[in-house]
Structures are given as structure tokens and as C-alpha cells.
């Protein structure tokens, strides 16, 4: 790595952290990080990432130089560009060397495992050379599929550090050594050997014991939770992928009066392109000539598209729907709104503080206390005058009870079922780090636009001068917008049809481009659309009318006013409306502790109207979609712990922030990669059955690891007195497994709040 090729480091330096296999390894790279000189550091478990802050001219080979001494990896990331042309659309794991390499170690231990525990656990099965096949077996599973587990401890005690890993990587290291011994020096390689049923204790040298199963069993199960961990956070970078995907390709541009394709790569400040109906506009920038209809939906999360013309601002990756604009590009690059949101997401991941896992946070202290009880029951025999094998099958013993079968299941299986459970619901939850988040959530902000509301117009509302009827106007109007493809048009064609049936076929249909539509409807010459539509053809509302009309406007609603055969008619009322089962979900988030907060772009009379109707007091209204993530901010610094619900790309750098994201199902894509759970169904009572259900679970795993750990500090004793066989190990080891298992299949008998 050359400092030629550092970004400017005097704004800091990013850093793919590789190797990391918990939260403190983190923790230990971060610290030695920062005691270089002007250097301060904080790496991210989540993302393996590190941001640095260095002074100016410092060479980055120095930080991937101090990391690579701490026993990891860490390379210079690849431009977002590159990598997202890199990235093929084949299998996730293919993509990943370390993610690969974890899938085959995995696949290799199940195929070589399973034989070993069947044989050990089953007499039936214990043919003459069984010990010998066990072994054949399960040696390349202790020693290459655990090889990670081996490494992390080793860099752990180099650091004086202990950890799940090293808890592993003790128990399955000696009981594979122990075995070797039985089998070589002891009587367990003797032909006809058996493991009989016998739960006598009695003191024993432990020469005619093996513990291959131990080792290869125990490898297998936290290898299987481990990948499913590792690949669950490997997502989190397809948030960004998916929002640098969002913007167009190719662009329109116009050089020199002639039109040419380029790649948007290759768009400058003060270019001018063209955007045709349906297409994505290629950047920010402002239109030079056209008006049209611009769907900013995926970036701002609101339903009503927003009308543009010769002079107004507009922003890459949004639709134009309506007519041919020309735009002046303004921004381009990393200096849009699209690539600075995208910014914000990895921010927010980047910063996201990480629970440490439980089970290293056990293991810690558990591995210190194992290996003192072991030395402790050697130097007991020793000191009491019994041979040295006597005293070292007591030492072994203890070692091998440790090893924590039962902590390998302990979570993957809670995380299965009561996943499995969600994905019934349509609750999917991403992964163990996640639960922890849903039990200590106190405040919970919602987006309005697509989660507390439809995120679609409909027509709410109809108000008709003297003289008209209702269905006439409805008939009309609808049988006129029918025929055009704008959304509002739409929503107002589907509420006419609705309300009075088929609709005419307009005859001379025309769009006035930024005004509204007219033709002729049985008979009738019709006019749809802004109100100064209709005064060009001098045709006004009455005063009461055009009252209403302002009333219902200040209200954030959109108003279309009709007329036909010289007068206006009346007006029709189109909105986003609130989703039938909101007001529900709101009670029964307050049921379960949590407050409430609407959080919308929109002016506050819309938002205060919307909280009212579902029973939500607290509105933060008018917001930026790039100050969401700092609402959320502040909220956290108040002390809240925030889950934060949303849809559009606008909000992915809120969940993201979010101690807790939730992402409604219906929305866009970039929401709910960056999320913490998704919302299948976009019903808003989801979201209560997520937090139920994650805290649930978390309880289920908490009391799997208590267990895991208790059946094997109970059996410890009996280790170090030298009274522990084969059997017994096998059963203990067996039993708290059940019970894990059982525990876990309760997360089957949830109930949703959903259904009531």
C-alpha cells in the first residue's frame, strides 16, 4: 500500500478490519490503535470497520502495519464504484473468502461429525476399530474445521484476553489430546473397545476414555452458529450498495446542441441531459426548460409527486412521471444527495455501538476459573501421593466437561425458532446482536408516510357546487383521469370507479402539461386539474367552494378542481390516508412501555392531524430527510433508547443510528437492508410483535446460556475427583443440549398481538 494511494488522510482514514470473531476483538484493536501517536480510533464489530483519525501526511501502511500486529488484517477499502461493479449477482458467500472458507469448514465438520457422535453415543454402532475410525474422522475437525477457533485463542492469550474462542478451542484441544493418549499409551486403542452404559463414578486413570465426540461435536454446532452469524452481518453492507444501485445509469447529454448516452460517472457540474417520461433524473440539479411531475418517493418517503418547472431544484434517482425536462446538473458524485445519504448510512452503522456477546462476556470469566479448578484437582492428586495419569485424567476431565456444547446451541437455536416464528408472523429479525437492542427500547419513532400512513393518494373527498351531483362529478372527473397515468389521476380514477362503477372512454383527450387534463365525456367538454386551469377557461369556484378549497389545502391535502360545459363543478380531494390497524398498534406500543413519536417531512398541521387520529402526542414535523438520522441523534443523547420505524431511503440512515431499526416490507429496498428487523406484511402491529418477540427470545437464549454453563459447572466436581467416563460426559453434554432444544421450541407457542 503505497501513501500515494491514501485518500486525505488529514479527514481521516477508513480501514476493513478482517478476522474479528467478537466484540472484543474490536475492542483490543481499537485500543491499540489509539495509543499511537495522534491517532484516535473506533472499529466497528458490525461493519469491521475502523475509522481513524490521523494528522495530516500520516501513512496508513503504519495503522494496517499496528492492526497486523495485533494478530487481524486491515486493507484499504475499494472505491464504492469499483466494488459495486466487483460484486457479481451470484451467491453472497462467494463474494467473501472468509465467509466461504467459514460455509466449507461448517459443511466439512457435519459430514465428518456426525459418524463420530452416533458411534460414541450408540454401543450398537461401537464395531471392532470404531475408536480408530472415530478418530480418523474427527481429527480434521478439531484441527483444520476449528482452525479459527485455535487462532483466536492464540491471539487472545497473547494479549492475555479470554473469550468463547478460547473456551472452544481448550475443551476440543483436550479432549482430542487426551483421546491420543488413550488410544496410543492407554488401553482405548485395544481391539473390541466399548463406551457400555455405565454411570458408576468411580475413580479412574482414563486410559480406556476417548472424547473425540467432544471435540467434533462442540466444533460443529458453534462453527454452524457462527457462519449464520457472520453471513446475517454481512448485509450490512448492501444497504449501501443498494442505495449507490438506486440512481441511473446512462444519462442524456446534451454537448454542443447534439444528444449523447454517457455513464452518469462521467456527468460534470453544468452539463445539461435530458429526462424523458419514466426515467430516473441522472443527478441533482435545476430545470433549464419543461415542466413535469417528479415521484421523489424513494428518497423522501412521501407519496404526492412534486410539480417542477423551468427554474426548480431537482434530485438524482427520483422519477420523472410527467413531461420531457431539461436539466443543468448542479452536483454530481459523492456531492449528491443520493451519494451523501448513502454517507450517512455507513456513518450510523460505523458508530452503532455493538453488545458485547453474552457468551464472551461469560466466558471471560469462566475460562480463568476452568483452568485454575484444573490445576488445582492435578496438584490435589499429585500432592495426595496418586500417579501422575490419575492426576492429569482428573486435570483433562475438568477441561473437557468445560467445553461448552450446549453454549454452541444456546443461541442458534432460540435465534432459529423464534426467527422461524417471526417469518410466520412476517417479522424477520437479522440476527442474535439484535435482541439485545429490543429490551432495553423506551421510545419509538415512526415515519408517517408509508408506515403509519398508506404512502399512497387516494381519494378521500368530494365537494360539489349548487346544482351538481355528486356521482355526476365523480363520473366525469374519474371517466377524464382515467386516461392519464399521473399518480394523482390514478388515485382519483380508482376512488370514482369505486364509488360509482365503470367509467366512460373520454373522447379528445389532452394533458396540459403542469395544469391538468381535458376532453370530451359524453358530451360533456371537461377540465380536471389546478384551479387555474379552469379560470383560463373562465370557469371559477364559488366563494364558498374556493373557502373550502384553502381550508382543506393548509390541511397538506391535494385539491383538483373539475368544471365542464363553461362552469366549474366542484372539487375532488386527494390525500394519503391512515392505514386501518395504526391507531391499534400505537395503543400497544404504549401497552408495552413505549412512547410514541411521529416524525415527518410534512408541514406540522398534516402531521398533528395524522398523530391525533392514531393517538401518537409527540410530533417532530418538517424535517429534512437528511436531519432525520439527527433527530434520532438527539434523542439518544437525551438518554432514549430509540427504535426507529420507517420505509423510504430517506429514513435508512435513521435505522441505521437507531439503537433498534424496523423496516415496513412494502418499502424501498435500502430501508430494509439497513434495518434491524423487517416488517413483511407493512402492517404497523408488526412492529410490536417484533419487539415482543425479539425480547422473548433474548430471554430464551439468556436462560440456554445460563443452563449450558450450569451443566457443566455441576459436573466439574465430579471431574476433578477423577470420576467422570465417558458416558456420563456424553450425558451430561447430551442433557443440556435437550434442554437448550426444548427451551427453545417454546418460541413455537408466540402469540401475535396482530390477530386480536
Given at each position: 500500500?503505497?501513501?500515494?494511494?491514501?485518500?486525505?488522510?488529514?479527514?481521516?482514514?477508513?480501514?476493513?478490519?478482517?478476522?474479528?470473531?467478537?466484540?472484543?476483538?474490536?475492542?483490543?484493536?481499537?485500543?491499540?490503535?489509539?495509543?499511537?501517536?495522534?491517532?484516535?480510533?473506533?472499529?466497528?464489530?458490525?461493519?469491521?470497520?475502523?475509522?481513524?483519525?490521523?494528522?495530516?501526511?500520516?501513512?496508513?501502511?503504519?495503522?494496517?502495519?499496528?492492526?497486523?500486529?495485533?494478530?487481524?488484517?486491515?486493507?484499504?477499502?475499494?472505491?464504492?464504484?469499483?466494488?459495486?461493479?466487483?460484486?457479481?449477482?451470484?451467491d453472497a458467500d462467494d463474494a467473501d473468502p472468509e465467509l466461504l472458507s467459514l460455509r466449507n469448514r461448517l459443511i466439512g465438520a457435519i459430514i465428518l461429525t456426525v459418524p463420530v457422535v452416533a458411534m460414541a453415543m450408540i454401543p450398537a454402532l461401537q464395531f471392532t476399530y470404531w475408536q480408530w475410525a472415530s478418530l480418523a474422522l474427527a481429527a480434521p475437525v478439531i484441527l483444520w474445521a476449528a482452525w479459527p477457533f485455535h487462532k483466536a485463542a492464540w491471539t487472545n492469550l497473547k494479549h492475555g484476553a479470554a473469550t468463547m474462542d478460547t473456551l472452544i478451542s481448550m475443551g476440543t484441544s483436550a479432549a482430542f489430546l487426551w483421546s491420543l493418549y488413550a488410544l496410543f499409551f492407554g488401553t482405548a486403542g485395544t481391539p473390541g473397545m466399548t463406551h457400555p452404559f455405565?454411570?458408576?463414578?468411580?475413580?479412574?486413570?482414563?486410559?480406556?476414555?476417548?472424547?473425540?465426540?467432544?471435540?467434533?461435536?462442540?466444533?460443529?454446532?458453534?462453527?454452524?452458529?457462527?457462519?449464520?452469524?457472520?453471513?446475517?452481518?454481512?448485509?450490512?453492507?448492501?444497504?449501501?450498495?443498494?442505495?449507490?444501485?438506486?440512481?441511473?445509469?446512462?444519462?442524456?447529454?446534451?454537448?454542443?446542441?447534439?444528444?449523447?448516452?454517457?455513464?452518469?460517472?462521467?456527468?460534470?457540474?453544468?452539463?445539461?441531459?435530458?429526462?424523458?417520461?419514466?426515467?430516473?433524473?441522472?443527478?441533482?440539479?435545476?430545470?433549464?426548460s419543461g415542466t413535469s411531475a417528479v415521484d421523489a418517493s424513494m428518497l423522501t418517503g412521501e407519496a404526492v409527486p412534486v410539480e417542477v418547472a423551468e427554474g426548480d431544484a431537482v434530485t438524482g434517482a427520483t422519477a420523472n412521471v410527467g413531461g420531457r425536462l431539461v436539466v443543468r446538473a448542479t452536483r454530481v458524485g459523492s456531492d449528491t444527495q443520493l451519494a451523501q445519504m448513502?454517507?450517512?448510512?455507513?456513518?450510523?452503522?460505523?458508530?452503532?455501538?455493538?453488545?458485547?456477546?453474552?457468551?464472551?462476556?461469560?466466558?471471560?470469566?469462566?475460562?480463568?476459573?476452568?483452568?485454575?479448578?484444573?490445576?488445582?484437582a492435578l496438584g490435589g492428586w499429585l500432592g495426595a501421593g496418586f500417579p501422575v495419569t490419575a492426576a492429569f485424567t482428573a486435570a483433562v476431565a475438568v477441561l473437557v466437561i468445560a467445553c461448552p456444547c450446549a453454549l454452541g446451541l444456546a443461541t442458534p437455536t432460540a435465534l432459529l425458532v423464534g426467527t422461524g416464528r417471526g417469518a410466520q408472523l412476517g417479522v424477520l429479525i437479522k440476527g442474535p446482536e439484535v435482541l439485545e437492542s429490543t429490551r432495553k427500547v423506551d421510545t419509538v419513532v415512526l415515519d408517517k408516510t408509508g408506515t403509519v400512513t398508506t404512502g399512497k393518494m387516494s381519494l378521500v373527498d368530494a365537494f360539489v357546487e349548487e346544482g351538481t351531483e355528486r356521482t355526476e362529478l365523480l363520473r366525469l372527473a374519474g371517466a377524464l383521469e382515467e386516461a392519464s397515468e399521473h399518480p394523482i389521476a390514478q388515485a382519483i380514477a380508482k376512488g370514482a370507479t369505486q364509488e360509482v362503477g365503470a367509467l366512460p372512454t373520454p373522447e379528445g383527450f389532452a394533458n396540459i402539461e403542469g395544469k391538468g387534463v381535458q376532453g370530451i365525456v359524453d358530451g360533456h367538454a371537461v377540465l380536471v386539474g389546478r384551479e387555474s386551469l379552469l379560470a383560463e377557461w373562465s370557469q371559477s369556484l364559488s366563494p364558498e367552494l374556493a373557502s373550502t378549497k384553502a381550508r382543506i389545502e393548509s390541511e397538506g391535502k391535494t385539491v383538483v378542481a373539475v368544471g365542464w360545459d363553461g362552469r366549474a363543478r366542484g372539487i375532488l380531494v386527494v390525500a394519503d390516508t391512515v392505514k386501518p390497524t395504526s391507531a391499534e398498534a400505537i395503543a400497544q406500543f404504549k401497552a408495552i412501555g413505549l412512547t410514541p413519536i411521529l416524525l415527518t417531512g410534512d408541514n406540522e398541521a398534516v402531521a398533528r392531524q395524522i398523530a391525533a387520529a392514531v393517538g401518537i402526542e409527540t410530533v417532530i414535523a418538517e424535517v429534512l430527510p437528511k436531519d432525520k438520522v439527527d433527530v434520532v441523534t438527539r434523542l439518544q443523547s437525551e438518554g432514549k433508547v430509540v427504535a426507529?420505524?420507517?420505509?423510504?431511503?430517506?429514513?435508512?440512515?435513521?435505522?441505521?443510528?437507531?439503537?433498534?431499526?424496523?423496516?415496513?416490507?412494502?418499502?424501498?429496498?435500502?430501508?430494509?437492508?439497513?434495518?434491524?428487523?423487517?416488517?413483511?406484511?407493512?402492517?404497523?402491529?408488526s412492529a410490536v410483535d417484533a419487539i415482543r418477540l425479539s425480547r422473548k427470545t433474548l430471554s430464551t437464549i439468556k436462560t440456554n446460556l445460563f443452563w449450558a454453563f450450569a451443566y457443566n459447572v455441576a459436573a466439574i466436581p465430579v471431574a476433578a475427583l477423577g470420576m467422570l467416563n465417558p458416558m456420563l460426559a456424553g450425558a451430561a453434554m447430551a442433557l443440556s443440549s435437550?434442554?437448550?432444544?426444548g427451551n427453545s421450541l417454546r418460541l413455537r407457542g408466540f402469540k401475535t398481538v396482530a390477530k386480536q
Open positions: 500500500m503505497s501513501p500515494s494511494a491514501a485518500p486525505n488522510v488529514g479527514a481521516g482514514v477508513e480501514l476493513e478490519i478482517g478476522g474479528m470473531t467478537c466484540a472484543s476483538c474490536a475492542m483490543r484493536i481499537e485500543k491499540k490503535l489509539n495509543k499511537l501517536d495522534g491517532v484516535v480510533a473506533t472499529v466497528n464489530y458490525a461493519t469491521e470497520k475502523a475509522k481513524v483519525t490521523v494528522p495530516d501526511g500520516y501513512d496508513p501502511a503504519l495503522l494496517i502495519a499496528e492492526v497486523e500486529k495485533t494478530g487481524y488484517t486491515a486493507a484499504m477499502p475499494v472505491a464504492k464504484g469499483k466494488k459495486r461493479d466487483d460484486v457479481g449477482a451470484g455405565e454411570f458408576a463414578l468411580a475413580p479412574s486413570d482414563g486410559a480406556a476414555n476417548i472424547y473425540l465426540e467432544v471435540g467434533a461435536g462442540v466444533t460443529m454446532f458453534i462453527l454452524a452458529g457462527r457462519y449464520f452469524e457472520k453471513r446475517s452481518k454481512k448485509q450490512a453492507g448492501a444497504a449501501l450498495r443498494a442505495l449507490l444501485e438506486l440512481g441511473a445509469k446512462e444519462v442524456a447529454v446534451l454537448r454542443g446542441g447534439v444528444e449523447t448516452k454517457i455513464a452518469v460517472e462521467d456527468l460534470a457540474v453544468g452539463d445539461e441531459f435530458i429526462v424523458r417520461p419514466g426515467e430516473k433524473i441522472a443527478t441533482d440539479g435545476v430545470v433549464v448513502a454517507q450517512l448510512v455507513e456513518d450510523a452503522q460505523t458508530g452503532k455501538a455493538e453488545v458485547q456477546r453474552l457468551a464472551d462476556r461469560i466466558s471471560g470469566v469462566f475460562v480463568p476459573i476452568v483452568i485454575v479448578i484444573a490445576f488445582v426507529m420505524i420507517g420505509d423510504g431511503v430517506n429514513d435508512a440512515p435513521a435505522l441505521a443510528q437507531a439503537d433498534l431499526g424496523l423496516a415496513m416490507g412494502t418499502g424501498a429496498d435500502v430501508a430494509i437492508e439497513a434495518s434491524d428487523i423487517t416488517l413483511v406484511r407493512g402492517d404497523l402491529r435437550v434442554f437448550v432444544v
